[in-house]
């Protein structure tokens, strides 16, 4: 039982890093309705950054923690008035494409600026583990869960309660009438394109201690956030959370205790969560049905 | 329509023809080797851009389907004594069923989804391979000169007065495949399917409602489409004389959609332009720069900037080009 626990804890843990990652899928889809392919690569980029900063700068964790949030900020906001919003007239393939160039782009800067080499990153919480009703627990794994946690809190703060965030959920809901009443809404999508940098980013730099980095680091977690975020409904928030903790939470069980799957075939069953919940309930667990206008 | 403006495409596929057969006598047999792999990147663009470009159904899985038509030809030959030439269509053939399948859950996948779903087939496509050792080799792979009996490219043939080294042979097979490619799919595309693929493309509603059945021409667009990628893995399996797991990554797959968008959605001989593009694009941006990551910043940055000056594609170019001169 105690050993069962520990997989759940441990599956929460990477379960936040994939909640994460989702939520920044979510916003982009609310605010834009684009699946952003590069957000994987956005978030590898931004570790770096923090990487860098830590380890050739000689910064220390939270401060470059920081740091790497707001340039992320100011990045991902960039990247949507500069190349996405250009593109954004004519058929969703258009935007789809520029997504998947910007993946390519920014996988080859990565490489580029800072080789393919795999990197030791330093995690700011203690690896030892503490003993709670008789399970052993990472310090790690509490903090992670943690970390996103808070993010989430403040999130939700954010939209529910300033009226920016009123603003920009206005320009993502109804952008004709948002306008009407003096919204700026390009200005409010660039603000979401900006925070969903900042939670890739988060979920890179909480991932990147027990992964490593190297560039490709986020290839399989973009995977992991996809699932999540269809599993929740790809345009709820609280579904990106839920649904990154159970596909955490689920996976690891699954991978621990199904021989058949193991470590190896996690990323296929993630496929097969990704084709079931979009032929049986393509809205998931919390998500509206679409309603198709003729 | 002017009977010259009738011709002008068959004159212009004559001409290419009349090019590709007696190109090997000109370069060497290192570069005869190269354009041996556009011939195979055309094939497996002719195929994803009638699902794409003709169809509108975006598939950034396609490396998965080439991974099939590889593995089928590696399989026939290592386990099952087929000889490698026939082995081609039987790939074409597997894929193809794959694709059909695949194509039927995709059905109720629009745009944005079905970019997803099949993104995440290529991504998982690797650990699958790795994971069903027993049948593919694991990660090791197979290889394919292991039987060298088995290799038609060790018999001699002559052709325009030349005896073919490995390289010519498996030049003359790559484009003879892939011109036979290219008019099947200028046959498909032109009559009333390919006006059935567009129909889809361009409103659902206004298709179904003109009597096109979605269901059919959708998977149909698939099967199709998974059959040339299946061809295409194939010739790339025959021509490496070598497949494992990473032959086919994920990134192959987005070239290849890199590839149709360069040469230009629903456009055919653009695409010439586009497996060009794949296939020199490692090369060119060695100049610029040795790092290994220069290819993929140059394909990117490219990419996008095609969407902003010229969402046609190289097809597009052309056409624009064409009205100029009109004017």
């Known amino acids: 039982m105690a050993d069962f626990m520990q997989q759940v804890v441990a599956g929460l843990a990477s379960g936040s890093i994939y909640a994460s990652l989702a939520l920044a899928l979510v916003l982009i889809h609310r605010a834009t309705g684009v699946i952003n392919f590069a957000q994987g690569e956005m978030a590898t980029f931004s570790t770096y950054i923090a990487w860098t900063l830590t380890t050739n700068h000689g910064w220390n964790y939270w401060p470059a923690f920081a740091a790497t949030l707001v340039v992320s900020f100011v990045g991902g906001a960039a990247i949507h008035q500069g190349i996405i919003r250009p593109n954004e007239k004519g058929s969703v393939l258009r935007v789809v494409i520029v997504t998947i160039g910007l993946l390519l782009a920014l996988n080859g800067l990565v490489t580029l600026i800072w080789s393919g080499e795999v990197r030791a990153v330093p995690s700011p919480f203690p690896t030892r583990t503490i003993e709670i009703a008789g399970v052993a627990i990472s310090i790690q794994d509490i903090g992670t869960i943690g970390v996103v946690l808070a993010t989430v809190v403040v999130l939700w703060l954010l939209f529910q309660y300033t009226r920016i965030g009123l603003a920009m959920r206005a320009a993502a809901v109804n952008p004709a009438e948002a306008r009407l009443v003096g919204v700026r809404v390009a200005w409010m999508l660039s603000l979401g394109w900006g925070l969903a940098a900042v939670l890739g980013a988060i979920s890179g730099m909480l991932a990147a201690p027990s992964l490593f980095l190297d560039p490709n680091l986020m290839a399989a977690l973009l995977i992991y956030a996809f699932a999540a975020a269809v599993l929740g409904g790809i345009d709820s928030p609280l579904g990106a959370v839920v649904g990154g903790l159970t596909l955490g939470v689920g996976l690891n069980l699954i991978g621990t205790y199904v021989d058949f799957v193991g470590a190896d075939l996690r990323l296929p069953v993630a496929l097969l969560v990704i084709l079931v919940v979009l032929l049986v309930k393509p809205s998931g667990i919390f998500g509206k049905t679409e309603v198709k206008r003729v | ?327």
């Open chain 2, 1 to 327: 329509m002017s009977r010259s403006r009738a011709l002008a495409p068959v004159v212009a596929f004559v001409v290419l023809a009349v090019v590709v057969a007696v190109l090997p006598s000109f370069v060497s047999a290192f570069r005869a080797q190269q354009l041996a792999y556009v011939a195979i990147y055309l094939v497996a663009l002719l195929g994803l851009n009638i699902l794409t470009g003709y169809t509108g159904q975006i598939s950034l899985g396609h490396g998965a389907f080439m991974a099939i038509g590889g593995y089928t030809t590696a399989i026939l030959m290592t386990d099952h004594g087929v000889k490698d030439v026939w082995t081609i269509p039987l790939a074409g053939l597997v894929a193809g069923i794959v694709g059909f399948l695949f194509g039927i859950p995709a059905l109720r996948l629009s745009g944005l989804y079905l970019a997803l779903a099949t993104f995440a087939v290529a991504v998982s496509m690797p650990a699958v391979i790795k994971r069903f050792e027993g049948f593919t080799g694991g990660g090791g792979g197979i290889n394919l000169f292991g039987v060298p009996e088995l290799t038609a490219s060790l018999t001699p043939v002559t052709v325009l007065g030349r005896e073919l080294t490995f390289n010519d042979w498996i030049y003359y097979l790559c484009w003879t495949i892939a011109l036979v490619g290219y008019v099947v799919a200028w046959l498909l595309v032109r009559g009333r399917t390919g006006r059935a693929f567009r129909a889809v493309r361009d409103s659902e509603s206004a298709a179904q409602s003109a009597g096109v059945s979605l269901a059919s021409y959708k998977t149909l667009a698939f099967g199709v489409s998974a059959a040339y990628a299946g061809v295409a893995g194939s010739l790339f399996a025959i021509a490496t004389t070598f497949v494992n797991p990473d032959t086919f990554p994920v990134a192959l797959s987005i070239l290849l959609l890199v590839g149709v968008v360069v040469g230009g959605l629903g456009s055919l001989a653009g695409l010439i332009a586009g497996a060009v593009f794949i296939q020199f694009l490692p090369i060119w941006s060695q100049e610029v720069s040795k790092s290994p990551g220069a290819p993929a910043v140059v394909s990117g940055v490219v990419l996008i900037a095609l969407m902003f000056v010229l969402p046609m594609g190289f097809a597009g170019l052309v056409d624009r080009l064409r009205a100029l001169t009109k004017r």
